[in-house]
């Protein structure tokens, strides 16, 4: 069987530093907020090239604080796209404002800039950008809106870390971007893990305190915070598999590249994209008309592949109260789409035979 992802064979690959990593920390016997959480946190901020960069329980919580620290509440409107992992919505739900959902564009999943205007009302306050698949979204348009109507725009960058638009890294295209580090991201740790990186010095101060019990200072709570905290073993995980990031995206990008090549089945719609930076293969996500008999097929053929999403935000249990509504892209996204194997330790036998196997079909 080829595996979607095979994150036994990613992780060893640094088994020997992550190990010395590890001992030099049961060695100190010091697990949170201290060495292994400063060295990332600067090391991820100049990966993305920001200011500031502070680590947190997850990526879920990394939105949710952004949204807490900018002070939205209650009836605040926020625009995200209709197609996402539900993480993004949730967040928004969680601070009692309104999530506004805007229809991705068909050709890249992305939320569809030419649609975020007319959704825009007095209550709006910003804008959440998700690149979705790993690919960075057409920022020029949302700036121009959100400086337009003065809203902040926010990254979910939970998916691509590494992605570039216009010589910029995903991570700094925005007021403040929310990573995940869940093990089988791009960058992922041994558990669960998240950051915020963001050039706004007041936003990193105020996440930052939050997330530790709102305090500033030991014992000295300026807010009513939460404990999403970062631990010192996945930090310590997470900048040791830092430096291979670039080269693991490249190899992501070499797959992706060619599957787009050689992929010639004229049931299979490929993904698109702008130009190869700007997309770091989280997934490597095919349309299909007739995807669950697809899906049996490449199991059958021993290929392993994960559907992403197989029902949209809006039609699930949680958000009741927009079942009845229509998001048609959306909606054709979520039922014909499915993600084939792409990673950093696929062999070339492995991908010759998933250009193989899908082309019989
Ligand atoms: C993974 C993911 C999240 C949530 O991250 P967790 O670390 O699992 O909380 C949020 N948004 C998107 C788009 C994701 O893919």
Same mark, same amino acid.
């Given at each position: 069987?080829?595996?979607?992802?095979?994150?036994?064979?990613?992780?060893?690959?640094?088994?020997?530093?992550?190990?010395?990593?590890?001992?030099?920390?049961?060695?100190?016997?010091?697990?949170?907020?201290?060495?292994?959480?400063?060295?990332?946190?600067?090391?991820?901020?100049?990966?993305?090239?920001?200011?500031?960069?502070?680590?947190?329980?997850?990526?879920?919580?990394?939105?949710?604080?952004?949204?807490?620290a900018y002070g939205f509440?209650?009836?605040?409107?926020?625009?995200?796209?209709?197609?996402?992992?539900?993480?993004?919505?949730?967040?928004?739900?969680?601070?009692?404002?309104?999530?506004?959902?805007?229809?991705?564009?068909?050709?890249?999943?992305?939320?569809?800039?030419?649609?975020?205007?007319?959704? %825009?009302? *007095? $209550? &709006?306050?910003?804008?959440?950008?998700?690149?979705?698949?790993?690919? @960075? /979204?057409?920022?020029?348009?949302?700036?121009?809106?959100?400086?337009?109507?003065?809203?902040?725009?926010?990254?979910?960058?939970?998916?691509?870390?590494?992605?570039?638009?216009?010589?910029?890294?995903?991570?700094?295209?925005?007021?403040?971007?929310?990573?995940?580090?869940?093990?089988?991201?791009?960058?992922?740790?041994?558990?669960?893990?998240?950051?915020?990186?963001?050039?706004?010095?007041?936003?990193?101060?105020?996440?930052?305190?939050?997330?530790?019990?709102?305090?500033?200072?030991?014992?000295?709570?300026?807010?009513?915070?939460?404990?999403?905290?970062?631990?010192?073993?996945?930090?310590?995980?997470?900048?040791?598999?830092?430096?291979?990031?670039?080269?693991?995206?490249?190899?992501?990008?070499?797959?992706?590249?060619y599957y787009r090549e050689?992929?010639?089945?004229?049931?299979? %719609?490929? *993904? $698109? &994209?702008?130009?190869?930076?700007?997309h770091v293969w989280h997934?490597? @996500? /095919?349309?299909?008309?007739?995807?669950?008999?697809?899906?049996?097929?490449?199991?059958?053929?021993?290929?392993?592949?994960?559907?992403?999403?197989?029902?949209?935000?809006?039609?699930?249990?949680?958000?009741?109260?927009?079942?009845?509504?229509?998001?048609?892209?959306?909606?054709?996204?979520?039922?014909?789409?499915?993600?084939?194997?792409?990673?950093?330790?696929?062999?070339?036998?492995?991908?010759?035979?998933?250009?193989?196997?899908?082309?019989?079909?």
């Open positions: 069987m080829i595996k979607f992802l095979d994150l036994e064979k990613i992780n060893n690959r640094f088994r020997d530093e992550i190990d010395l990593r590890i001992k030099t920390i049961l060695d100190k016997g010091w697990y949170l907020q201290g060495e292994e959480n400063e060295i990332f946190a600067r090391n991820f901020a100049k990966f993305c090239g920001t200011k500031y960069c502070i680590g947190v329980a997850n990526g879920l919580d990394a939105i949710n604080l952004i949204i807490r509440k209650e009836g605040d409107e926020i625009i995200v796209p209709s197609n996402t992992y539900i993480a993004t919505i949730l967040a928004i739900s969680e601070n009692g404002c309104i999530p506004v959902l805007v229809e991705p564009d068909i050709n890249t999943y992305n939320i569809n800039p030419d649609l975020i205007e007319e959704k %825009i009302t *007095p $209550k &709006t306050k910003a804008i959440i950008v998700v690149h979705l698949y790993g690919q @960075a /979204v057409q920022m020029d348009k949302v700036w121009e809106i959100a400086k337009k109507y003065n809203l902040k725009v926010i990254e979910d960058s939970a998916q691509a870390h590494g992605a570039v638009y216009k010589n910029k890294r995903v991570g700094n295209l925005s007021d403040a971007s929310a990573f995940s580090f869940y093990p089988g991201k791009n960058l992922g740790c041994m558990g669960d893990g998240g950051c915020v990186t963001t050039n706004d010095e007041e936003l990193f101060k105020k996440v930052k305190a939050i997330a530790n019990y709102g305090s500033d200072r030991k014992y000295h709570h300026i807010y009513k915070g939460v404990n999403s905290r970062l631990d010192e073993i996945q930090a310590a995980v997470l900048d040791v598999k830092l430096k291979y990031l670039d080269e693991d995206n490249k190899k992501r990008r070499e797959i992706s590249k050689n992929i010639r089945n004229p049931k299979i %719609i490929l *993904p $698109k &994209t702008y130009d190869e930076n700007s997934v490597f @996500a /095919v349309r299909t008309e007739n995807r669950d008999e697809f899906q049996k097929y490449l199991t059958d053929n021993g290929i392993q592949t994960i559907i992403h999403y197989p029902t949209p935000p809006h039609k699930q249990e949680a958000y009741r109260e927009w079942n009845n509504l229509s998001y048609p892209i959306s909606e054709e996204i979520h039922s014909t789409i499915i993600s084939i194997p792409v990673s950093p330790v696929m062999t070339n036998d492995e991908i010759e035979k998933v250009v193989e196997v899908v082309n019989e079909y």
